[in-house]
């Protein structure tokens, strides 16, 4: 059995001795038999290299696949080496909470540069420390936008069903006023947003790239919403602003996403990384923490937790929200990632992405997989399938190839900048394959 | 401690001013600002909002507390000194200069104190 | 130290991505972002000495003694890490079909029976992805309940004022009102206030146990008794597991539902604030309201399902997976005999330095005696030489020993929250008992050190006021 406890018996037995005890069942006076158990039905301890065994055999009963087409909300994307190693260091592993500035200064220094990397990603004003993911980020930034005069969102119905599902669950709870926002060729139907937008709900909520990769038509909804008194919540695949208009320029009010794409593994699907950014008149709206710059006793710059008096520590039932922790070390994760790759690589990620969906986009289409619509897309997108998809699906699997997610009875592709062309000609060469053997059968 | 004569006070540490347009500028006592501490932030009402004697109309943050600022009368949000945005210091520095809000269409009133009442009211609270 | 973007140089930088060998796509002006995102660029050397700088400024667990109180700042296994890093398991989509990720769905299930066992539950979801998060999906559990049998005047929630702020701060996110009651003498639950409280109008109670003042609350089986004979459900906040883990069993003390921390109890790191990970267990009556999808094991196969009356989802896919691995991994290497013996140390551990302590520190409450933490009351220190818990905690940095938890409970003036853990040697706590001694003498003989304090850290005590009046929360390129 592997035990963290340093002490010796002989040392307990000391230890006890000088508090007048016998033993450590004399420490729990207080409970209750009936609270107690005797024995948990636990296996025995196991000594370390048992345990590796344990869970690398466990590992070993997933299937990895080195050639992904599956994005969906999650993306396997190129991580440099130097972002494990540094994010790997037990200080940034081990700390707690910077609540004690003075020796903290290594965390809350990373967390303000990440906060302005994402302020500058997403062209906004204000960023917090993070939240848990994507999803939570989008439910959080609707609560922002209530207040005593509006409430309710209007959601783009061509957002990730998870986020909308996330999103309900919480308005639900507090009794803000959900609505979906149809959509049409598989972006916002303008005419459902104009109609729509006339009850007044405190904000709209968008996705772009949606769901099914595509770009919407942002600013004419923006302009939309805000002629209704609305704010708008632009949620962004971070990669994508690389190249792609920012929320701030579109002049959205709080830009949220799953940071995810950011050097965080896929990790089947967690921990990941909620990201939320604001403009200025929002900033005391915003949830979780947020790191600011001050002077200390001896004249230096120097970082601390700030604004705290909008959390729930503080202003308890009072707090625009319960969130206590942030992901900081996925905000690093983040942030390492951002810096490693510079303006010019993540442009570069962005472009290879887009570059090589619009490749397998065509080479798709000569195979018989069309596009479900013919708007612009980003690194996803949604093609009919001249078979059942989940049949292809699953042959594509034995052949070692994860490929685009059955969606609408078509499949939604993804690309990254891991996608290179040798790739891609394997996935429809395989892709052929299957396709020969199924007109044979 | 600074109590003016000419003021009137809440239980709760507001002070309450007649203005000349028939309205109410109310503020936070210099007793109360010693209380929070620095005040770093205001959140002010909006103008129009009604407000009710004995509700909450606005609250003010130190590092680590927030406080809610009780409304002594019933009526309609008139005005309110934005300048506290920018500098919530004046709450500590001046604080009968540093006027919240000012309420008109008052319809109700709280039971409010004379300097004199309020100030052995602050010095049995201190007890 | 430097900024990121101070450290940048223009045209600096790695490439590490190969040119991109299809025809570039094809955008519309409009869609286009108009200038590049201002990130640094610095070559790779520049970057890792950066961050090594960042982390000689950051104590971690392994920096020394780590007494935060309420936070089980507990070693973190190494393996662990080891293991959760895996390509078995970092490299898995989220959406890959069950078949081929059987073990990861072995990872969630055997890792809910676990737990389901130690806290007295029978199902659980790994949904919630932080103690509050756990908290809110508590509640909505709660929630779910009474609007299942019609119930709907059931709309507050009972938390004893000694919580922790999320406790209010979530009943409110999941549409309660909150009702607080007041502590007794001793620090438990005041049992008389409590039967006041409670009506028709209950939903439930949320209780942490031990309570944040590291009493284990003896009435503990009569408080839930008044709130199920009230028709209240009872919730136990598991911040504080640590202390009882093999020993009482929230099932056992009569909580329907339950969140316990993988981050504090079950040894996961902190991250300097998260990735954390706080799970829901509840008894059977809730299960059909679990959040979705769960999994369940038929004829050895692993599957995902809905509960039937799901209350839907807290968060995207299936909560924060790498770090349910660490404590599957943690847990198996206790096991039966390591899980209540990591508690009984624990105890152990804050009864001895307590006891070291109580000559000349007053303890909230006047407690002799306590769980896995115990909380200093200072206020007769800084009625006698001025000096506070702030100054106490900033001396504590000039030791290198991370502060306890200032200021909470709230009930209690001066307090510091000292939790030492079970991974602490006596050494360790002796020397730290001798710190808090010599800072009681510097209190008497010399208050101005204290209140000056720190002075050997990397910087002094901050400016907060400035911090949160003018706030500068990202860098400016401008300036």
């Given at each position: 059995?592997?035990?963290y ?39 025995e ?11 690398t ?13 599956r ?41 303000f ?26 439910a ?11 409430t ?18 919480y ?6 006023p ?20 006339k ?20 600013q ?7 002629a ?9 695949n ?20 799953e940071?995810?794409p950011?050097?965080l593994?896929?990790s ?70 951002l ?24 080479q ?54 891991l ?5 891609i ?17 | ?14 002070w ?11 503020g ?46 019933t ?8 300048d ?10 001046a ?9 008109g269409d ?22 | ?60 667990v ?9 936070c ?5 296994p ?8 895996l ?29 389901c ?30 609007q ?5 005047a ?5 938390v ?5 702020g999320?406790?209010?701060?979530s ?48 009435n ?29 069993r ?16 079950f ?5 300097g ?87 000349h ?85 010399d ?33």
């Amino acid at each position: 059995m592997a035990s963290y406890v340093p002490s010796t018996k002989a040392e307990r037995q000391t230890m006890l001795e000088s508090l007048g005890l016998v033993s450590t069942a004399e420490l729990y006076h207080d409970v209750p038999p009936a609270a107690r158990v005797e024995t948990l039905d636990l296996p025995e301890g196991k000594s370390e290299l048992e345990v590796v065994d344990a869970i690398t055999a466990l590992a070993g009963k997933n299937q990895v696949f080195h050639s992904v087409f599956r994005g969906a909300g999650a993306y396997k994307h190129y991580i440099p080496a130097v972002v494990k190693a540094i994010t790997s260091r037990e200080e940034f592993v081990t700390a707690y909470t910077p609540y004690q500035a003075e020796i903290s200064q290594g965390v809350l220094q990373s967390i303000f540069e990440y906060q302005t990397q994402i302020c500058e990603l997403t062209g906004m004003d204000v960023s917090n420390a993070s939240v848990y993911d994507g999803a939570t980020a989008a439910a959080e930034a609707v609560f922002m936008c209530q207040d005593r005069r509006r409430t309710g969102v209007l959601a783009a119905a061509t957002a990730n069903p998870q986020v909308l599902d996330v999103m309900r669950t919480y308005c639900e709870s507090r009794g803000v006023p959900f609505t979906l926002l149809p959509a049409k060729d598989y972006a916002v139907d303008p005419d459902a947003l104009a109609e729509q937008l006339k009850s007044g709900p405190a904000c709209l909520f968008l996705q772009n790239p949606n769901y099914y990769g595509v770009l919407e038509d942002v600013q004419p909804a923006v302009d939309a919403a805000h002629a209704a008194g609305a704010k708008v919540i632009l949620s962004v695949n971070p990669i994508s602003l690389g190249l792609l208009k920012t929320p701030g320029e579109y002049g959205a009010d709080i830009a949220v996403g799953e940071g995810q794409p950011l050097g965080l593994p896929m990790s089947f699907g967690g921990p990941y990384l909620g990201f939320m950014a604001c403009k200025q008149p929002l900033m005391r709206k915003l949830p979780g923490r947020i790191v600011g710059q001050t002077t200390d006793s001896r004249g230096n710059r120097c970082f601390v937790l700030t604004l705290q008096a909008r959390e729930q520590h503080i202003r308890r039932e009072k707090a625009s929200s319960n969130i206590c922790s942030n992901e900081a070390l996925c905000a690093m994760t983040a942030s390492v990632y951002l810096a490693a790759m510079g303006p010019g690589g993540l442009r570069q990620a962005a472009e290879s992405s887009a570059s090589h969906a619009h490749y397998l986009a065509g080479q798709l289409s000569e195979l018989g997989f069309g596009l479900k619509t013919s708007k612009p897309f980003f690194h996803e997108f949604l093609t009919d399938c001249p078979v059942n998809p989940e049949l292809l699906c699953r042959k594509l699997e034995a052949k070692g190839i994860l490929p685009g997610l059955p969606l609408e009875s078509g499949i939604l592709w993804c690309c990254t900048e891991l996608n290179r062309k040798p790739q891609i000609d394997g996935l429809t060469a395989a892709i052929e394959e299957v396709l020969q053997d199924e007109a044979a059968v | 401690m600074n109590i003016p004569a000419e003021l009137k006070y809440t239980k709760s540490h507001e002070w309450l001013k007649a203005e000349a347009d028939g309205s109410y500028a109310i503020g936070l006592t210099d007793y109360a600002q010693k209380q929070l501490g620095d005040i770093v932030f205001i959140n002010l009402p909006a103008e129009g909002d009604t407000v009710t004697a004995g509700e909450a109309m606005a609250d003010v943050e130190s590092v680590k507390a927030v406080s809610d600022v009780f409304s002594p009368v019933t009526g309609t949000i008139a005005a309110v000194n934005e300048d506290l945005m920018d500098e919530p210091q004046q709450m500590n520095q001046a604080p009968y200069d540093a006027w919240i809000a000012k309420i008109g269409d008052v319809t109700a009133t709280e039971e409010l104190l004379s300097a004199k009442e309020y100030e052995t009211f602050c010095s049995s609270a201190k007890e | 130290m430097k900024l990121l973007f101070e450290r940048s140089r223009p045209g600096r930088g790695m490439e590490y991505l190969p040119a991109c060998n299809t025809p570039p796509a094809e955008f519309a002006p409009g869609q286009l972002r108009n200038a590049p995102p201002r990130l640094p660029e610095l070559s790779e050397v520049d970057l890792d000495r950066h961050y090594t700088e960042l982390g000689k400024q950051t104590h971690g667990v392994n920096d020394g003694f780590y007494p935060l109180g309420s936070c089980t700042m507990k070693y973190n296994p190494r393996v662990n890490e080891a293991l959760a890093a895996l390509p078995g398991f970092s490299e898995l989509h989220p959406l890959q079909p069950a078949e081929t990720v059987q073990g990861a769905l072995e990872v969630l299930y055997r890792t809910e029976k676990l737990l389901c066992e130690i806290t007295g539950m029978t199902g659980m979801t790994m949904q919630p992805a932080a103690g509050a998060h756990g908290e809110y999906t508590g509640l909505l559990l709660i929630r779910r309940y009474h609007q299942s049998r019609g119930d709907m005047a059931r709309t507050k929630i009972i938390v004893p004022d000694s919580a922790h702020g999320t406790n209010p701060a979530s009943a409110a996110m999941a549409g309660f009102t909150v009702v607080s009651v007041p502590s007794n003498a001793q620090g438990g639950v005041d049992l008389d206030a409590l039967r006041e409280a409670v009506g028709p109008d209950t939903a439930g109670l949320m209780l942490t146990n031990p309570n944040t003042l590291g009493l284990f609350d003896p009435n503990i089986l009569e408080i839930t008794r008044i709130v199920h004979e009230a028709g209240g459900l009872c919730y136990y906040d598991g911040a504080n597991l640590n202390a009882v883990m093999g020993h009482a069993r929230p099932g056992n003390m009569g909580f329907d539902c339950v969140h316990v921390n993988l981050h504090k109890t079950f040894s996961t790191p902190h991250g300097g604030g998260g990735p954390g990970s706080g799970p829901v267990g509840c008894k059977a009556f809730l299960e059909q309201f679990l959040p979705e999808p769960r999994v369940r094991c038929v004829d050895g196969e692993y599957r995902f399902f809905t509960p039937k009356h799901s209350l839907g989802r807290v968060r995207s896919f299936y909560g924060n997976f790498a770090v349910v691995v660490r404590a599957l991994a943690y847990i198996l290497s206790l096991g039966r005999g390591g899980i209540p013996e990591a508690a009984e140390n624990a105890v152990l551990n804050a009864n001895y330095l307590m006891n070291r302590l109580a000559g000349h520190y007053d303890m909230a409450c006047g407690h002799s005696s306590c769980m896995h933490e115990f909380v200093i009351d200072l206020s007769r220190l800084k009625a006698e030489t001025g000096v506070t818990a702030m100054d106490v905690a900033k001396r504590l940095l000039d030791f290198g020993i991370h502060p306890p938890t200032m200021y909470f409970p709230l009930i209690v003036h001066e307090a510091l929250m000292v939790e030492p853990t079970e991974t602490e040697s006596p050494e360790t706590l002796d020397k730290a008992a001798e710190l808090f001694l010599q800072i009681w003498q510097e209190a008497h003989d010399d208050p101005e050190l204290l209140h000056t304090a720190p002075h050997t850290t990397p910087i002094g005590r901050p400016d907060e006021v400035a911090a949160a009046r003018k706030p500068v929360v990202r860098y400016s390129f401008e300036s």
